[in-house]
């Protein structure tokens, strides 16, 4: 019921930035929690960042002081500023935006957007 479409992956040298972008459309709930994962070749999906609806943010040990992650409830979305980038980080990164409606949680998962990380 709600579809969601990332934006601003790419290809950037080590120590460059990027800003992450997902928006969601469709059934008008009120989306809880938002985040964003990676996933590597031949790597499980793993969690980047998260955010509540209230503003509580959480991040992996990895990306502590270099990714931020914010949202616009009023637009719903949710968009991650990652600085400082290295290879490591070279992923597909997924959009989730988790709600409830009618009483069954559900989790949205975008399409992916690839962010490579090479000089």
């Known amino acids: 019921q709600v579809q969601l479409v990332e934006s601003g992956g790419g290809l950037v040298q080590p120590g460059g930035s990027l800003r992450l972008s997902c928006a969601a459309s469709?059934?008008?709930?009120?989306?809880?929690?938002m985040g964003w994962y990676h996933q590597a070749p031949g790597k499980q999906r793993d969690l980047v960042a998260t955010?509540?609806?209230?503003?509580?943010?959480n991040y992996a040990d990895s990306v502590k002081g270099r990714f931020t992650i914010s949202r616009d409830n009023a637009k719903a979305t949710v968009e991650l500023q990652m600085n400082s980038l290295k290879p490591e980080d070279t992923a597909v990164y997924y959009c989730?935006?988790?709600?409830?409606?009618?009483?069954?949680?559900?989790?949205?998962w975008g399409q992916g957007t690839q962010v490579t990380v090479s000089s």
């Open positions: 989730k935006m988790s709600y409830w409606l009618l009483g069954v949680w559900y989790d949205s």
């Open positions: 955010i509540t609806d209230s503003g509580i943010t």
């Open positions: 469709g059934s008008l709930v009120r989306l809880n929690v």
